[in-house]
Every structure is written in C-alpha cells, then in structure tokens.
C-alpha cells in the first residue's frame, strides 16, 4: 500500500507547526496528568473553536495544575496545541480530511491512540459541519468594511478683478473599520458623468433582465 503522502499532504502541511511540537513535548513531560483531563482540555478545544465556554478553559486548566501539580504553563501549551491541530484539521475542504489518513498524521506527530481517538471523534463527529463553517468563516479574507461617508462641495471665487469661477470640487472622505481614512476629490463635471454612466448601466442591466424574464416565460 503506497504511502498517503504520495497523493496528499498532511493536514498541517509539510512542516510540522510550533504549536503542536510543543503540545507533543508537553505531553510527554506531564506523564501525571491522566487521560480524562486530557480528555477534558480536548473538549475544551472544541469549545473554544465553537466560542463556547471561554471562562471554563482557565478554571479546568487552573484545577489541573493544582490537582497534578503541573505548571499552568504547560498546560496552556497543551491546550493550545489541541486547539492548533483542530483548526488545521478543518481549514482544507471538508471533502479532503479523510478519517484514516487523519490518523495516520497523528500518529506521525506522536500524538498517543487514545488522543488520536478523542481528535477523530470531533472531527468526524455529529458537529462536524458546524466546525468547518466556524474555522471557514474566521480564515476568510475580508477587506475593510465602510464606517462612515461624508462629502462636501468646494466652491472658490477668484478675485473681483477676474469675473470667473474656479471650477467646483467635490471632497469625498471614507472612513473604514480598520480605523483607515481615505479621501478623494473629484470635479463636478467629472461626478456628473459619473452619475450619468451609472444611470445609463443600470438602464440597460433593467432591460437585459427584462429580455431574459419574457425568454423565460416564452419557454
């Protein structure tokens, strides 16, 4: 049987993250921390990608360092590193995560049979789509979004010697979510166009769509 490499990449890709080499190396350092807490920080995990239960991570990981005298942060690169592999896991297609290759990248990572067990079971568990959409939604590339628009017009006059006007301008200012202020001016006889090939565009959409509908109610 070839190798799953061969046709697929693992799913935290060719170099294993910082995140999940810590969380291994914790692990095995902490041989005293049993599995049901273990079980626990997994759980937490999936909470935490759900935005569940924040105040709940803490107190378990503050009871276990007391209970098993581990440092807090040892437990917190656990926890972090479970909550690595997770999103990793379901930030490709959901199509792409394949159950037994996904243990098997486990195992390549020295993650234990029964850790690997707890991560399947979320992943390919009854909150599996919910999960995917979560982690989707958070890593999708988003421009900034319009706060607030304000304009005004800029009307100069010249001197009394000189019986004219200096051609208007309009001052457009955009401010954005990411705090970004932008601002443009344009000429009115510019804006003018500008309104008259919008109008002129959304005219001819109105009639293109109107020829579509009557095609439609042709057949």
Excluded at 73 to 95: D, H, M, Q, S
Aim: proline letters at 5%; aromatic letters at 10%.
């Amino acid at each position: 049987m070839p190798d799953h490499r061969s046709y697929q990449d693992p799913f935290y890709g060719w170099s294993v993250p910082k995140a999940i080499s810590l969380c291994v190396q914790a692990l095995k350092e902490c041989n005293s921390l049993p599995f049901p807490a273990i079980q626990k920080l997994i759980s937490l995990s999936e909470s935490q990608i759900l935005n569940e239960q924040s105040s709940a991570s803490l107190d378990h990981l503050t009871k276990c360092s007391k209970k098993y005298s581990i440092s807090i942060e040892k437990l917190i690169i656990i926890y972090n590193g479970f909550v690595t592999v997770l999103r990793l896991a379901l930030k490709p297609p959901a199509a792409f995560l394949k159950s037994d290759i996904f243990k098997d990248d486990l195992r390549d990572l020295k993650f234990s049979e029964e850790i690997s067990e707890e991560f399947h079971n979320i992943l390919f568990g009854s909150k599996r789509d919910q999960l995917y959409n979560i982690v989707q939604e958070y890593d999708r590339p988003r421009l900034p979004l319009l706060k607030s628009f304000d304009w005004n017009l800029d009307v100069t006059l010249t001197t009394a010697s000189l019986s004219r006007c200096i051609e208007p301008l309009l001052f457009f200012k955009f401010r954005t979510n990411d705090n970004r202020i932008l601002t443009f001016e344009v000429p009115i006889k510019r804006f003018n166009e500008l309104r008259y090939n919008t109008a002129l565009i959304l005219k001819e959409m109105e009639e293109i769509d109107g020829k579509q509908t009557l095609k439609l109610l042709e057949t």
